[in-house]
T-cell receptor
Framework: SAVISQKPSRDICQRGTSLTIQCQVD?????MFWYRQQPGQSLTLIAT?????????ESGFVIDKFPISRPNLTFSTLTVSNMSPEDSSIYLC?????????FGSGTRLTVV | SQQGEEDPQALSIQEGENATMNCSYK?????LQWYRQNSGRGLVHLIL?????REKHSGRLRVTLDTSKKSSSLLITASRAADTASYFC??????????FGTGTRLQVFP
């Protein structure tokens, strides 16, 4: 299966600032996704990262708050903008290949 | 809401007992998957069952799927303390997107 390197693994950020999370995949993948997992909750899909075009966001998530880049088939970034304590969560990227889904190890974000 | 429902939300059992978790979903699917997550870490894929399958086994895991009721169950037999984790079902809803259930927190006491 694909190997995903997700960075940073954790961060503590001041409210009002932004954090960019990176996912690097060791092979080319068509489909990449970003999820949020709030404390004690399940995973919620934020958006599908589309290579060469704007991401497709799920209901409740907007580009201004969670801008996503996908410059090529192996790399994507998610930015959490103008952070508030409510953004404290684990953020995970995921890729889909012919054999199934693989998840990054997650970024644990704490906003203070 | 995106998510399907899982029950119970939390389950505590003794080692050696069986653990059963249930998942309900909302739309038609191509397949349903079960994942495990230890202490908020990365997800581990456990098993996938296709919409035309009714039951599947993998080691101590047994998964059933009832598409008429839009529900699935995960049975872990002869549980171990190492099985302590959160378990999530996830469906594709006939798309490439994976939508997760609310999860079951399993605690297995030695």
């Amino acid at each position: 299966s694909a190997v995903i390197s997700q960075k940073p693994s954790r961060d503590i950020c001041q409210r009002g600032t932004s954090l960019t999370i990176q996912c690097q995949v060791d092979s080319q993948v068509t489909m990449m996704f970003w999820y949020r997992q709030q404390p004690g909750q399940s995973l919620t899909l934020i958006a599908t990262a589309n290579q060469g075009s704007e991401a497709t966001y799920e209901s409740g998530f907007v580009i201004d708050k969670f801008p996503i880049s996908r410059p090529n088939l192996t790399f994507s970034t998610l930015t959490v903008s103008n952070m508030s304590p409510e953004d404290s969560s684990i953020y995970l990227c995921s890729v889909l290949q012919h054999y199934g889904y693989t998840f990054g190890s997650g970024t644990r974000l704490t906003v203070v | 809401s995106q998510q399907g429902e899982e029950d119970p939300q939390a389950l505590s059992i003794q080692e050696g007992e069986n653990a059963t978790m249930n998942c309900s979903y909302k739309t038609s699917i191509n397949n349903l998957q079960w994942y495990r997550q230890n202490s908020g870490r990365g997800l581990v894929h456990l098993i996938l069952i296709r919409s035309n399958e009714r039951e599947k086994h993998s080691g101590r895991l047994r998964v059933t799927l009832d598409t008429s009721k839009k529900s699935s169950s995960l049975l872990i037999t002869a549980s171990r303390a190492a099985d302590t984790a959160s378990y999530f079902c996830a469906t594709d809803e006939n798309t490439d997107k994976l939508i997760f259930g609310t999860g079951t927190r399993l605690q297995v006491f030695p």
